[in-house]
């Protein structure tokens, strides 16, 4: 019997995948995508479909994360447009790169190793930032432009353009950082929400309110755009985007309420832990095709599935042990970048 | 079997863009019901346990 063209078996593995992935993304802000292309990937889906299908879901996401905010809050919409045509030059840029390498029967293999790196490398931010935490005292106040903004502001390259705050950025940057990102969000498959943000904060020189905001938007740009983009090639599983939705939809909700009780930083250090274990889990999968050991294989599916499931059971634990310790009550503190 | 594989990848494309968006509203919407029906006993049982 299969459902939405999957057996009940991988329905079930979506939905739930999806769910844990959803309550990720509502909790953090972030984890909604860079699980996803990775977990197809040791499924043994192609690249193409992998990333193509993680896109669309990323739009959905986008999508849900927009609703939740009622809008995307505080948005440079001229700057989101002008870097509209960076994001679809740099999508099709990345899908190019997927499909050339998909030609010459390495594009599991290149995107493969890519997200051991990117994994390791969050993971590894996350954890230092979680064993730091205590020391970091000194936050952002949110309007004030980063020194790096400032710097690479004042080398004025023309055409110069103003943005809504008044101040004024080369259109060079703006297309670059547009372009970068979206080579990224097409080559892997993610949001890249996690570059975007902090690109439009550094780089272009918004306040980091406008920046999150801008990035949301992004976010639906860059995912309706590789959604589109993919989809033109037909390699897009919607029975995987609809399953692995109808998960994330429902985690996300929980994910974003429990950020009413749980404080953050008690479950920051499994989240890096979790996508350290998750770069391994690729690690494993590739080895398993190049040492054509399909243990391999299921070892990798058990280890980036039972990590995620470990860290919803602690946000889960943490949230239940608060609300049976306080009284606080739900707040609205949905996240969301992608 | 709805006819869709005659249609041009650009309609193709863009009608999985537009199934996606309507699948995000209606289960950004559905959820929303059930949350507000289940969410306020649970938390309030959880409180109580």
Redesign the interface.
């Known amino acids: 019997m299969a459902l939405l063209g999957l057996s009940i078996e991988l329905l079930a593995l979506f939905i739930g995948f999806g769910f844990m992935v959803g309550v990720f993304f509502g909790f953090f802000g972030m984890g909604g995508s860079f699980l996803v292309t990775p977990a197809l990937l040791i499924l043994d889906y192609p690249a193409p479909v992998a990333i193509g299908s993680s896109m669309?879901f990323v739009?959905?996401?986008a999508?849900?994360a927009t609703?939740?905010h009622h809008d995307v809050g505080e948005v440079d919409y001229k700057l989101g447009a002008l870097m509209f045509v960076g994001i679809v030059l740099g999508i099709e840029g990345g899908k190019a790169v997927v499909f050339f390498l998909e030609a010459l029967g390495r594009a599991e293999l290149v995107v493969g190793v890519a997200y051991i790196l990117l994994l390791a490398a969050i993971g590894v931010l996350f954890v230092r930032s979680a064993l730091n935490q205590s020391t970091d005292d000194d936050d952002d106040t949110g309007d004030e432009i980063p020194e790096i903004a400032q710097t690479i502001k004042s080398y004025n390259i023309p055409p110069m353009v103003t943005l809504t705050d008044g101040s004024k950025a080369s259109m060079w940057t703006i297309s670059g950082v547009g372009g970068g990102v979206g080579l990224v969000s097409g080559f892997l498959g993610v949001g890249g929400g996690f570059i975007r943000m902090p690109a439009i904060y550094y780089l272009i020189g918004v306040s980091l309110t406008a920046a999150v905001g801008t990035s949301l938007f992004g976010a639906l740009m860059s995912g309706?755009v590789g959604?589109?983009?993919y989809?033109?090639?037909?390699v897009?599983d919607?029975g995987v985007?609809?399953a692995l939705?109808?998960g994330s939809?429902?985690g996300a909700?929980i994910g974003s309420?429990a950020t009413a009780y749980v404080d953050e930083d008690d479950v920051t250090i499994y989240f890096g832990i979790m996508l350290l274990l998750a770069s391994t889990a690729v690690a494993f999968g590739e080895l398993a095709t190049w040492l054509e050991m399909p243990i391999l294989d299921t070892v990798s599916f058990v280890l980036l599935v039972g990590s995620s499931l470990f860290v919803t059971v602690v946000i889960f634990y943490y949230g239940?042990q608060a609300?049976?310790t306080t009284?606080s009550h739900?707040g609205t503190a949905a996240k969301g970048n992608d | 079997m709805l006819g869709l594989d005659t249609l041009s990848?650009?309609v193709?494309?863009?009608l999985?863009?537009a199934?996606?968006?309507v699948?995000?509203?209606v289960?950004?919407a559905g959820?929303?019901v059930?949350?507000r029906a289940v969410?306020p006993p649970v938390?309030e049982r959880?409180?109580n346990?």
């Open positions: 669309a739009f959905g996401t999508v849900i609703l939740k309706a959604a589109f983009t989809g033109l090639s037909g897009i919607i985007v609809t939705l109808m939809a429902l909700r309420a239940v609300v049976r009284d739900p | 990848p650009t193709q494309a863009t999985l863009v199934v996606v968006l699948e995000a509203i289960l950004y959820y929303g059930v949350e969410a938390i959880l409180g346990g």
